[in-house]
């Protein structure tokens, strides 16, 4: 929480704005209602990194890939958001299911994104990458992000990517220049498939467990 409710954004090119759910009372309870419950420990946890948060789940939740729908309904924290589900979380939350719970999950696994804090443009996500000027004024504050995070007790031998195209192109690169991880393993990203290979999705559940070796 320490790390959450300091992060602050650098000047961001004209037009985007910053998502931080952290400044909202009702979000900074919630999340530390979420991380008490599942990571009051010093358990070492392995790292999966998104994009960035969405304005339907992270961004108003403050929990990454969880909208107001599953951090009532799986995590059994209770909130007055407006109940609206985000593709994304529907595929994490089948995902943990499959896995065995959510308490199980996330006493192994620890869930942030690249950039911590996500964006939005004329009411739309905009991902970090998708303008070489947003990518350019993020980078100090994305690698300054991931080495905070660092300190926490994570799995340094490997970490998963969700996206296998361009995020996981720059985490990979990141990674070169910082030896953050000794391996960047990339799965499809949640979005991806809720979108365009829904019909696969079970499919894609058994990926992700064959990865993280759950299930």
Partial sequence: M????????PVLPQGIEVMNPYRSKVARALAKQFYTKFYNDTNIRTLILGINPGRYGGGITGIPFTDPVKLEKYCG????LVKKAELS????????????DTASFYSRFYISAVSPLGFTAVGKNVNYYDL???????????????????DLPLERKCCFCLGE??????VSKLNQEYSFFE????????RFIMQYRRKK??????????ALGGG
Wanted: aromatic share 14%; proline share 3%; charged share 20%.
């Fill in 165 to 170: 195209g361009k995020n996981f192109q720059y």
């Fill in 183 to 190: 391996k960047i393993v990339p799965l499809a990203h949640p």
């Fill in 77 to 80: 924290i209770e909130n007055n």
């Fill in 132 to 150: 070489r000027s947003l990518e350019n004024s993020l980078r100090d504050f994305i690698v300054n992000s991931l080495r905070a995070q660092l």
């Fill in 201 to 210: 999705v079970d499919a894609y559940i058994g990926a992700y467990l064959g």
């Fill in 2 to 9: 320490n790390f959450y409710t300091s992060l602050s954004i």
């Fill in 89 to 100: 979380a529907d595929f994490i939350y089948r995902m943990i299911e499959s896995y065995g």
